[in-house]
């Protein structure tokens, strides 16, 4: 699933997870219930991280067993998402990006509205955190979404 907080990936992948039997995994989800909302915590990005390490290691077994998983991670950079499919290639298992465009504007109705009433079921994400995030985020391209992946060619600063 790909996409910023309030695009919808969630709400998708439930669907998908409903139709298909795949498992799902929400690392929001599961770092709220640890955590609760610590969005403003300084460990926030290191505990999600973490959360999506664990996931990603449930996701491996299943994925080697052949069983189906979505990773409800917003995969927000490229080179992420060719890691990822790199790795379920190498388990025997393929990769489909599921992303739907939504404009800032959009984002920002929904993300005002989740956090109106999330009442545990979501953050209360601060709107300046979106907007940085939106500057940060790399839509799938069109060889992406058809299944293609490689990883971003280094950049000239890159010494490696």
Known sequence: MVGLPGSGKTTRAKLLAAETGALRLTPD????????????????????????????????????RGTDVILDFGFWSRAE???????????????AIHFEHVDLTELERRVTLRNATAGGNHYVLPLEFLRQWAGTFEPPDEDELAGKFSPPAPSSSDSH
């Open 29 to 64: 989800e599961w770092q709220l219930r640890l955590f609760g909302n610590d969005v403003h915590h300084p460990d926030h990005d290191r505990r999600h991280d973490e959360v999506e390490a664990l996931m990603w290691e449930i996701a491996e077994t299943l994925l080697a």
């Open 81 to 95: 998402r060719a890691s990822f499919a790199a790795r379920a290639k190498a388990l025997g298992a393929s990769c």
